[in-house]
């Protein structure tokens, strides 16, 4: 089945030390997105990808980078992650920038 | 930007009675209203979504209304089951991005 992939599903980092976590699509869409949900939050966009052109949210700390080496894989960099960056991190693409998503399972991450 | 705004934010239902949700979105631009079921741990699913050419749309227990001059668009379950307890988010989409509602937890009591 065609579907959005995240791994891994959940993530236990040490403070301040990278981490990066993974997003596969085999649906072919062209735009793929980050998104940050915090517990008991609606999700944050952090970025978003059109094809190879990066779309930064303006709101995104440097702390987070993210690159699309391909239409199939993103990644989601968090270069030194504070105890404020736990959340669920989601991965959603979409054909065009007027369809809807389709949501990857997400990553728990954790920072100890 | 967009604003969406969900009400209520928790609602509880008894086994087979209806539950609605509803959200208003701020930009007329706005054309794709889809609704997300996120289970605990779990990413949001599409459940039912509609665009702004069409006013009612229904998927079996699962209907979604919209009224584009008002800016307002609801979610109805019918027959609620346990199984559709989650947290239900709208989200409203006038260009390349989703602004999500902050959530419904509808909770089905057996």
């Known amino acids: 089945d065609a579907m959005v992939i995240q791994n891994p599903r959940y993530q236990v980092t040490q403070f301040g030390k990278p981490v990066t976590l993974s997003c596969s699509q085999t649906?072919?869409?062209?735009?793929m997105y980050w998104y940050q949900q915090k517990s008991s939050q609606a999700p944050k966009l952090l970025f978003h990808?059109?094809?190879?052109?990066?779309?930064n949210e303006a709101d995104t700390p440097d702390n987070f980078q993210s690159r699309r080496p391909n239409t199939s894989f993103c990644f989601l960099d968090i270069r030194s992650p504070g105890l404020g960056d736990a959340a669920m991190y989601l991965c959603?693409?979409?054909?065009?920038?007027?369809?809807?998503?389709?949501f990857g399972s997400g990553t728990r991450l954790t920072v100890v | 930007g967009e604003n969406v705004e969900q009400h209520p934010s928790t609602l509880s239902v008894q086994e087979g009675d209806s539950a609605v949700i509803k959200c208003t979105y701020s930009?007329?631009?706005?054309?794709?209203f889809p609704w997300y079921k996120q289970e605990l741990g779990k990413g949001p699913q599409l459940i039912i979504d509609?665009?702004?050419?069409?006013g009612e749309k229904k998927d079996q227990r699962i209907a979604v209304t919209l009224n584009k001059t008002a800016k307002h668009f609801s979610l109805h379950i019918t027959e609620t089951q346990p199984e559709d307890s989650a947290v239900y988010f709208c989200?409203?989409?006038?260009?390349?991005?989703?602004?999500f509602g902050k959530g419904t937890k509808l909770s089905v009591i057996p």
């Open positions: 959603a693409t979409a054909l065009g920038t007027f369809s809807g998503y389709t």
């Open positions: 649906l072919n869409h062209n735009v």
């Open positions: 990808y059109y094809d190879k052109d990066f779309n």
């Open positions: 930009d007329s631009a706005s054309n794709y």
């Open positions: 509609i665009r702004s050419n069409v």
């Open positions: 989200a409203a989409k006038p260009s390349y991005q989703l602004t």
